[in-house]
């Protein structure tokens, strides 16, 4: 007997309606307050995954997970990305990445000038002999090598990073301060070469230190050539941030048209007090580059104090040639008194604060002021400057207080502005409480989402939540990361809107962020409930050049 086609279509209908509602995944997040990285309205629904992948996105009811989460209350969003990781180091001695991770960053992207590859034989030596209180072997040369290892290791974020110029000049010239020459440079591309097919995500530079700061713009303009045949990106940090900030933004400008690359400033701020005014005219410049069709993008930490060392008070000369160098010219006493002379303060010893010596005897130090030091030995504070690197034999982590808190509201509000923590990704245990850190290390995505966004209402949490998400990863041109897509790796967010805090300071920088309630990594869930679940399925990000499978 033959069905009537109304009855066949019926029972189709119904079979496909029956499917439906049986339809499993591995893991359903229920009831969520959806903020997908675009920065469009959140919407309430599910998310399904499927190993380490989306498989559905919306009213998924008729649906069943293996393992369900009830979101209620919650938003679920990408996992965030660290525009500027310092984590190379510290996911060697802690995979887990936990001062991270808990503020729900799923990607470290490393390599400020100074990356972990390529690496020659008196490179290894030097990284050896520096090593403060994580020591490591180093078992690898090129910059493929390096991630491939932290992968094989254990590591609970996934990790992505550019090649730093300052890493391809030392491994050409060493400190050398002149340009290449024809051969020298032809290596360096050689390598950046190398590194983009391996899967670096662009050229980096950090010309406010050695060796990277002896590049003229010609020679970056050159190397940022080879990583934009790759699809690669080129961030700096650039030149000047004091009274020359203008300068220094024109001279990336430069670099992002003559190369034809997509290009970024690294923390972009104007430091010092004298140069607060500056910033409003360096936005200007950026702006109208981009007019012009230039890709240009800025990138951000949460604090009005940076950090870095505290050499960078020496005059330039005395740096050029590396630490080692640099502790050469100390010993010698006209050199030494020309230090002393010439050392000028962009912001007062009383803001400047010591947080990580390499000398044990000299980690009582940690806490206090430089002003407070050189006051205790009854010397002046640029004495002071060149005293403590000579005994401590490094360039000491100092944080300096120099910028201005509506500054930082007025570049969260820039339409092109990503987020980074420029600090490694910490526990608060072990090695890493011998020293003190920024507390942007540990607070500075909860920060964003807390302080600027839920309490001061700078910019909506939709639009934050594009930032670290989508903003970041198509200018690095990933492939399914950072937004919620079907088909999209399960980098995937749930926090509480209403509680999500930093709680580190610069007096007690080690304790965690909370509200961050579950984190999942290529579909495995690292955070629950708040707590780390040990797991490590962090993967190697590669960049549009990778010419691997």
Request: contains cysteine; negative net charge; charged residues 25%.
């Amino acid at each position: 007997m033959k069905l009537k086609p109304i009855v066949l279509a019926l029972l189709v209908i119904g079979l496909f309606i029956s499917c439906e509602h049986h339809k499993s995944y591995d893991l359903v997040i229920r009831n969520g307050i959806i903020m997908d990285g675009s920065g469009e309205p959140s919407f309430k629904g599910d998310i399904a995954i499927n190993a380490d992948t989306i498989a559905a996105v919306g009213d998924l009811k008729n649906a069943a997970g293996s393992l369900e989460i009830d979101a209620i209350g919650l938003t679920v969003a990408p996992g965030f990305i660290n525009m500027l990781s310092w984590a190379n180091v510290s996911l060697i001695e802690d995979g887990r990445s936990q001062g991270d991770i808990r503020q729900g960053v799923t990607l470290e992207v490393m390599g400020e000038g100074h990356s972990m590859g390529p690496l020659n034989e008196a490179m290894k030596l030097e990284m050896k002999e520096t090593q403060q209180n994580i020591n490591y072997e180093i078992n690898w040369s090129t910059l493929g090598e390096y991630m491939e290892f932290l992968e094989k290791k254990g590591v609970s974020t996934n990790i992505a990073s550019f090649v730093g110029n300052g890493t391809l000049r030392e491994y050409v010239m060493n400190y050398e301060t002149r340009p290449p020459d024809t051969a020298e440079l032809e290596k360096m591309k050689e390598l950046t070469k190398q590194a983009m097919e391996e899967g670096a995500v662009g050229l980096s530079t950090s010309l406010i230190y050695v060796p990277s700061g002896h590049a003229k713009t010609e020679e970056i303009i050159e190397l940022a050539k080879v990583a934009a045949d790759y699809g690669g990106m080129y961030v700096s940090h650039i030149r000047d941030e004091e009274e020359n900030l203008l300068e220094a933004v024109q001279e990336l400008i430069t670099i992002s048209k003559e190369a034809g690359v997509r290009s970024e400033i690294y923390h972009f701020k104007a430091s010092g007090t004298a140069n607060w005014h500056l910033l409003d005219s360096a936005i200007q410049l950026v702006d109208n580059a981009r007019k012009q069709g230039l890709p240009i993008t800025t990138d951000m930490y949460m604090y009005n104090a940076s950090s870095t060392g505290l050499n960078i008070l020496l005059p330039s000369w005395a740096k050029e040639g590396g630490h080692s160098k640099t502790m050469e010219l100390i010993s010698q006493s006209a050199k030494r008194r020309q230090m002393i002379q010439e050392i000028k303060f962009h912001v007062p010893p009383e803001k400047i604060l010591l947080v990580g010596f390499r000398n044990k005897q000299m980690r009582h130090l940690i806490g206090k002021t430089l002003a407070e030091i050189a006051k205790e030995r009854n010397i002046t504070a640029a004495e002071a400057v060149v005293d403590l690197i000579q005994e401590d034999d490094s360039r000491i982590q100092v944080v300096y207080f120099s910028m201005s808190e509506e500054n930082i509201k007025k570049k969260l509000a820039l339409p092109y502005m990503a987020i980074c923590s420029d600090a490694g990704s910490y526990t608060t245990e072990g090695v890493f409480l011998e020293q003190s850190t920024h507390p942007r290390a540990y607070g500075s995505f909860a920060r964003l989402l807390g302080h600027f966004v839920r309490d001061e209402k700078v910019i909506p949490l939709e639009e934050a939540i594009y930032k670290l998400t989508s903003l970041p990863a198509n200018n690095l041109k990933l492939k399914h990361r950072g937004a919620l897509k079907e088909g999209y790796y399960a980098d995937i967010v749930v926090f509480d809107a209403n509680t999500i805090k930093d709680n580190a300071t610069f007096a007690k920088p080690h304790q965690y962020a909370t509200g961050m309630k579950h984190v999942f990594v290529n579909g495995t869930q690292v955070l629950k409930d708040g707590e780390h679940t040990g797991a490590f399925p962090g993967r190697v990000v590669r960049g549009p050049g990778w010419t691997g499978n």
